[in-house]
Every structure is written in C-alpha cells, then in structure tokens.
C-alpha cells in the first residue's frame, strides 16, 4: 500500500521498519522538527527522521499541520492510508480525511484504558495485569476512533516503563503490518462508553518517593517511572534516582534500609531497590551502586 508514515520518538522506529520490510511503499515520513539537544544545544533530528533518513525516505518536520498549504501537500501524496504512532501534533481533520483509507494509530493501550499521552507509564503505575497494543481509526476525538484490531500481553511483576515500552513498540509493529495486510477483512469496534480512562502526561513532581506509602504503590512507582522522569529520593543532600525495584519482605519505620541489600521500609512492607543512579552518572545495578556509596542498614531516606 502507498502509506504516508507519522511518528516521532524511539517508539515509532520499529514501526517505519516493519513497513518497509513487509514491502510497502513509503510515500513520505512526518515526524517533529530538529530540536537542540546535548552540550552545544544543536539541532538534533529525532530518532524517526535519522531512521527515515537512513532508508533514503522523504522527511517532512512542518511545526503545524493546520495551514491550507500543509494540507494540500499531505494531499498531494495520494496515500491509501496514513500510519500514526507516537507522532505529538494533533491531526486536523483535513488531514484525517486526506488519505483514501484515513488515517491509523497504534495505541500503547488497551482502548478505551489509558487513552492520552502516557498509557505505559499508568498502565504500570495503576498496577494493571495487562495492556497491548490497539489499531485504532482515527476521528477528531483524543484516542476515540473505532477499534479494529487488539492485541493483549500480560505486564510483568518487575517490568519498567523502558522495558515494557520496548515489548510495545514491537508488538504495534508487528500489528499493524497484520492489520494493513487483512484490513479490508477487520470490522472496526466502536470504543465502549464504560471503561475510560485517560493516561495525563507525567508531571515530573511525581516522581519524588514517599516512603510511607504502601510498598505496592512505591514499587509501582519506581517502575512506572523508570527511566523518566525517575521516582528519587535524597540522601545526604543527594538526589538518587530509582529506576529499577521489586517488592521485598521486611518492615520498619518507613524509609529506613533494613539491609545491605538496599531493602527500604515502607509504611506496609518493603521494596528492594536494583538500580539507581546519581545525578551526572550513569545508571548500575545496586550492587555496583553501593561500592561507591554507602547506604547501610538503618540509614534514613
């Protein structure tokens, strides 16, 4: 199919690639601007517009969708279809129209569960069983469109927001080259009314620990936010981020360590911490992270 792609971050590369290996004809890719990044602030292109680049894709960055000429060069492309994952404007409906087919999202949730800009994160932060990943069509309404295919997976015990994302990215891939391949076979599923939920954006104030909550909800956290913004807590006048955890046996007073093991007390239960890291360093495991700090038992955070 001839298909104008639309994404941004880490999470859409896999996608581009599934479509162009399944053999689809890539009209052009959208992605956000160049932004200044790292030391010297210059522009950096995101990571769909170097892969695209990479692929010898046509990549377009407008700032906004919204005027008459940025349409009629969507339009112009003549896509059967548009793919959109992760991409970050919203989508006028001129442009929702443009394609022959409209326009498909793959979504980081189970519809109508976490619609909106982080649903991986709440996902793990709620304490969900499971998520996947929906094709949804798309209509003006934030993450409303009707459904036409679902795919499941259980949310592991100890699983990240990095890790988890990861899974996703591939699984929506993998969707939506089956989704393209049998569309004129899927019966789009209206989103139904009970249910919604909406996934808001992480607000990094968030992300400091409070140790007198119950250890389920510190590890959920922990995770949930793990590696952005990062849950953290200071020690010593020191902020440590916390980007990996898992429920523990213990009790204390809570934010008290109880062992050598970085197993933190918590206002029921404990949480072991398995990987943190400093401001200006790089992350490691607690192991590597107590030989350079020292966090004994009975220490206070």
């Not at 052009?28 to 769909?48: E, F, I, L």
């Not at 072991?272 to 350079?292: P, V």
Request: charged content about 20%.
């Amino acid at each position: 199919m001839r298909i104008v792609f639309m994404g941004t971050p880490d999470f859409s590369v896999p996608v581009l690639d599934a479509l162009v290996q399944a053999g689809h004809d890539i009209a052009a890719v959208y992605c956000q601007p160049p932004r200044p990044a790292g030391r010297g602030k210059k522009d950096r292109p995101t990571p769909v517009h170097a892969r695209a680049e990479a692929l010898g894709l046509e990549v377009r960055h407008p700032v906004s969708l919204k005027s008459p000429e940025a349409q009629a060069e969507f339009a112009a492309l003549n896509a059967e279809v548009a793919v959109v994952v992760a991409y970050g404007l919203i989508l006028p409906q001129a442009i929702l129209d443009a394609p022959d087919r409209g326009c498909l999202n793959i979504h980081a949730s189970l519809l109508p569960r976490w619609r909106g800009a982080a649903p991986i994160h709440r996902a793990i932060m709620a304490g969900d069983a499971q998520t996947g990943v929906c094709i949804m069509q798309m209509e003006a309404g934030l993450d409303t469109g009707p459904v036409l295919l679902r795919v499941e997976t259980p949310i592991g015990a100890d699983e990240t927001t990095a890790e988890l994302h990861d899974r996703l990215s591939t699984l929506g891939a993998d969707a939506i080259v089956s989704a393209l391949a049998q569309l004129d076979a899927l019966t789009p599923q209206a989103q139904p009314d009970v249910g919604v939920t909406y996934a808001h954006k992480i607000d990094k104030a968030e992300a400091a620990l409070d140790w007198s909550r119950d250890a389920v909800e510190v590890d959920r956290q922990i995770r949930g936010l793990s590696p952005f913004p990062g849950a953290w807590f200071e020690h010593g006048g020191v902020r440590i981020k916390v980007l990996g955890s898992r429920l523990a046996e213990g009790q204390g007073q809570a934010g008290v360590v109880l062992d050598d093991a970085l197993t933190v007390a918590c206002a029921s239960g404990a949480v072991q911490l398995t990987r943190l890291q400093k401001a200006g360093r790089g992350a490691q495991d607690a192991t590597e992270f107590l030989r350079g700090t020292a966090l004994p038992a009975g220490s206070k955070l």
